[in-house]
């Protein structure tokens, strides 16, 4: 979730940022740590231009529109999900064009929109793509949907998958055959080869690959108000 803020005030020890709260249920941020990233200033780059088009070509080619009507409309979807102000493509901070970026990333998984290349290639934040992925459950290499759960961390020998909790636990989507090379090459090998990493199972993901006992996952979704 990406909410705009301002910063309210900057004194010798803190910086005070505000911003409205969100219409969604935000009581899982509770003692959640946030990440802050402040526009330097900084236009688009060439690069963020160039895959961010990439993108919607794919989407234009999936949907009908041409890619003026789904730039348009997906821009409108973005600001209106986002709280954003109206951007152009053509000057708009980095900020922005990495936020819009992947905001298309998700949409695409989400849709099931094929690709001309591997959406890891275009991925402004490999975090925030594989845990899309996980979400959608699509192959992070490859984006082949009905993808399984790759555990990351060893789960150890003699231990039953279906009795420990895996939240906080590090893992990845990926299909049979990726999932195969994983562990065939190992996890150094594998996440170096293919650029990406493993990230930490939240409630929502164990109770979507039914990792671990489910009245445990529900009573996590509980108390983190999910």
């Given at each position: 979730m ?8 900057i004194t ?17 941020l509770l003692n ?15 690069e963020?231009r160039?895959?961010?088009y ?18 348009r ?5 973005f ?16 900020t922005t ?24 290639e ?22 082949l ?8 961390d ?6 039953n998958?279906?009795e420990?909790?895996?939240i ?10 990726h ?10 090998t ?8 493993g ?15 489910e ?12």
């Amino acid at each position: 979730m990406y909410i705009y803020a301002n910063i309210h005030e900057i004194t010798d020890d803190e910086i005070i940022v505000k911003f409205p709260r969100p219409k969604k249920s935000t009581e899982f941020l509770l003692n959640s740590e946030i990440e802050i990233r402040i526009d330097d200033g900084r236009e688009i780059s060439n690069e963020q231009r160039r895959k961010t088009y990439a993108t919607l070509h794919d989407i234009q080619e999936h949907s009908g529109y041409i890619v003026e009507e789904a730039k348009r409309l997906l821009k409108l979807i973005f600001i209106f999900e986002n709280g954003a102000d109206w951007f152009s493509l053509s000057n708009c901070d980095m900020t922005t064009a990495r936020h819009f970026l992947q905001f298309l990333i998700e949409w695409c998984l989400e849709n099931g929109v094929p690709t001309k290349d591997s959406l890891l290639e275009r991925a402004p934040d490999i975090a925030d793509y594989v845990y899309a992925s996980l979400m959608n459950k699509t192959c992070c290499i490859c984006q082949l949907p009905g993808a399984e759960f790759h555990h990351e961390d060893a789960v150890g020998m003699g231990r039953n998958r279906k009795e420990i909790c895996h939240i906080g636990m590090k893992g990845m989507s990926l299909c049979r055959i990726h999932h195969d090379e994983a562990h065939r090459k190992g996890k150094l090998t594998f996440n170096s080869d293919r650029h990406i990493f493993g990230i930490e199972v939240d409630a929502e993901i164990a109770i979507l690959y039914r990792l671990g006992k489910e009245e445990e996952q529900e009573d996590e979704i509980l108390d983190t108000g999910i």
